[in-house]
């Protein structure tokens, strides 16, 4: 993982998949070059394979299913991400939860499959214990902002600065921040309280014309860690 860390969250709006998703991960993908930066796209585990093999981007999945391999009908567990074509995955995020001990098991099990792994949480308790467990970050998002356009860093940016000293405590995990975040401001304002990165999905993902967003948000990341 390089800083800052832009994660885009595909979810799974009409332009997250098919074609539309390509031509969007391929826009995503000249502003990654043009800038130099790393930006980590979250698709649909329908899209993995695709998107992975059109652009040079990391492509994550948005969950994986804690279960063995074997006789689990409809599952998805890390072995056939990684398959697809994955980098890394995002874990427990607030629209996919998983339970604490299934989280640190999948945890140690895509790290064996050397897969990246962004661990979400909804509170900033929850940093340092989750922390503990060594995911590559912590994205930290407050349930009731994520898709409203009411960014975290300007409604609740002392969740952004208590998560910045808790993952201190954790040592070695980045922590990244997310919720309504819509503007370059919003995304300045993040990484000066302390986060090394944003996640993002509505922003981009219903814009008109996501490239000038992802581009924003890009320089507006590089400016506030003074890389502009
Ligand atoms: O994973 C990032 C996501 O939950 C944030 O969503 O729409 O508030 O940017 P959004």
């Given amino acids: 993982m390089r800083l800052p860390i832009i994660l885009i969250n595909y979810k799974v709006y009409d ?4 074609n539309k998703a390509i031509e969007l991960a391929k826009k995503i993908e000249k502003i990654s070059r043009e800038y130099s930066v790393e930006i980590i796209l979250a698709v649909p585990a329908t899209m993995i394979y695709r998107i ?3 652009v040079n981007l990391p492509i994550y999945a948005q969950h994986v299913d804690p279960v063995p391999l074997g006789a689990h009908t409809g599952a998805i567990p890390p072995e056939l991400v990684k398959d697809a074509g994955a980098k890394g995955t995002l874990i427990n995020h607030s629209e996919k939860r998983i339970r604490a001990d299934e989280i640190d098991d999948i945890l140690k099990r895509i790290r064996n499959l050397g897969l990246e792994s962004v661990l979400c949480v909804d509170r900033y308790e929850l940093v340092f214990p989750f922390g503990l467990l060594k995911p590559n970050a912590i994205l930290i998002e407050p349930p009731e902002l ?3 356009g009411i960014s975290v860093s300007k409604a609740k940016p002392e969740v952004i600065t208590k998560a910045v000293d808790e993952i201190k ?9 997310g919720a309504g975040i819509s503007t370059g401001e919003d995304v300045f304002k993040a990484i000066e309280l302390g986060a090394q990165g944003i996640g993002v999905a509505s922003a981009v993902m219903k814009a008109k014309e996501p490239e000038k967003v992802v581009e924003d948000f890009v320089i507006n990341a590089l400016k506030a ?4």
Avoid: D, P, R
């Fill in 15 to 18: 332009n997250s998949f098919g």
């Fill in 52 to 54: 992975s093999q059109e």
């Fill in 146 to 148: 994520i898709g409203t």
């Fill in 169 to 177: 405590k954790a040592k070695g995990v980045y922590l990244i921040a």
């Fill in 225 to 228: 860690m003074g890389k502009f």
